[in-house]
């Protein structure tokens, strides 16, 4: 008679309690997230799950996915970047103004706004200066040079960005696509390459990082710079489709409630509209209407503005 062997300890921790296991779920849990999303929007709405229906839902989903990733590299750095949304609306001006009438200054500008970024991480590392408020003074610099570039909403996306940023695969909406192409190859840089364990260790331990020799200035700049080009390509994905710019184009794009609360609350309110079918359609028609362009804004502003100060003049003149 043969006793029972106890069992070892990585078939005891096999199965869902595993650390892989928990590894996996937390990793998955954002697409998890996502189709319980869609499963009660397809619930409440069957149209919205279409070609149309997601192109429509999805429209923004490239300039912020842009935007949240270059976040993402400097947090991953243990710093903060609270001029993201000033820096995408300057670099739209940029795009809606140089960057189609002279395209070799508008690179120039571009490129050079990724220095900056750059330049903002040797700063705060050499000078041991908090980033938030070295990049919150940032913040009213960009958004100055945005209102001096372009006072009021205008310019116009360079056609072969709007051109790209309108493309109709079959079978996928476009925003699905690039959202998948883009999560892959940060995915792919920071998290498959040895450089990128090392831009990863900068946040996690930087004094292991540096006795193994590498530079920690080196690498803060580098996530910096990345900010800087994400950054650029956010403003520039935004103009593509808005087709037009203004100095406060970006302003949304500051996470003022990154809580679960604040998540939670923008879940509460979208599925409150699409509960109310007629609701629901009201809003969809009214949107499927409307020309959301910064030109058709300023031209409606432009009107108001007219009715309401030139009769009242005329008035005092006479």
């Given at each position: 008679m043969s006793a029972t062997a106890p069992p070892?300890?990585?078939?005891?921790?096999?199965?869902?309690?595993?650390?892989?296991?928990?590894?996996?779920?937390?990793?998955?849990?954002?697409?998890?997230?996502?189709?319980?999303?869609?499963?009660?929007?397809?619930y409440l709405n069957p149209r919205a799950i279409s070609y149309f229906g997601f192109s429509l839902m999805l429209n923004l989903a490239i300039p912020i996915a842009l935007a949240t990733i270059a976040q993402m590299f400097v947090i991953t750095v243990n710093e903060l970047d609270l001029s993201i949304g000033t820096f995408v609306g300057f670099v739209g001006c940029v795009t809606a103004t140089w960057l189609r009438d002279a395209p070799l200054l508008g690179i120039v500008v571009l490129l050079g706004s990724i220095g900056v970024y750059?330049?903002?991480?040797?700063?705060?590392?050499?000078?041991?200066?908090?980033?938030?408020?070295?990049?919150?003074?940032m913040s009213f610099v960009w958004q100055g040079l945005a209102v001096l570039m372009l006072p009021k909403p205008g310019g116009k996306a360079?056609?072969?960005?709007?051109?790209?940023?309108?493309?109709?695969?079959?079978?996928?909406?476009?925003?699905?696509?690039?959202?998948?192409?883009?999560?892959?190859?940060?995915?792919?840089?920071?998290?498959?390459?040895?450089?990128g364990a090392v831009l990863r260790g900068t946040g996690g331990n930087a004094q292991a990082i540096r006795r193994?020799?590498?530079?920690?200035?080196?690498?803060?700049?580098?996530?910096?710079?990345?900010?800087?080009?994400f950054g650029v390509l956010s403003g520039m994905a935004l103009v593509g489709i808005t087709t037009s710019a203004d100095a406060n184009l970006g302003n949304g794009f500051v996470f003022t409630r990154e809580s679960a609360d604040g998540v939670a609350d923008i879940c509460r309110r979208a599925l409150h509209t699409l509960n109310?079918?007629?609701?629901?359609?009201?809003?969809?028609?009214?949107?499927?209407?409307?020309?959301f362009s910064a030109a058709s804004i300023a031209a409606a502003h432009a009107n108001l503005y007219e009715r309401l100060v030139y009769p009242s003049y005329i008035g005092r003149a006479a």
């Open positions: 070892s300890e990585p078939l005891a921790r096999a199965g869902w309690r595993s650390p892989a296991f928990a590894r996996a779920l937390r990793a998955l849990l954002p697409a998890l997230s996502l189709v319980l999303i869609l499963i009660a929007i397809a750059a330049a903002l991480g040797a700063l705060i590392h050499l000078r041991n200066l908090p980033s938030i408020v070295v990049t919150l003074g360079p056609d072969w960005l709007q051109g790209f940023m309108s493309l109709k695969p079959p079978f996928v909406p476009f925003p699905i696509i690039a959202a998948v192409v883009i999560a892959l190859g940060v995915h792919f840089a920071l998290m498959r390459t040895s450089y193994a020799g590498w530079s920690i200035l080196k690498t803060k700049v580098t996530m910096f710079a990345l900010t800087g080009l109310d079918p007629a609701q629901a359609e009201t809003l969809l028609n009214r949107n499927l209407g409307t020309d």
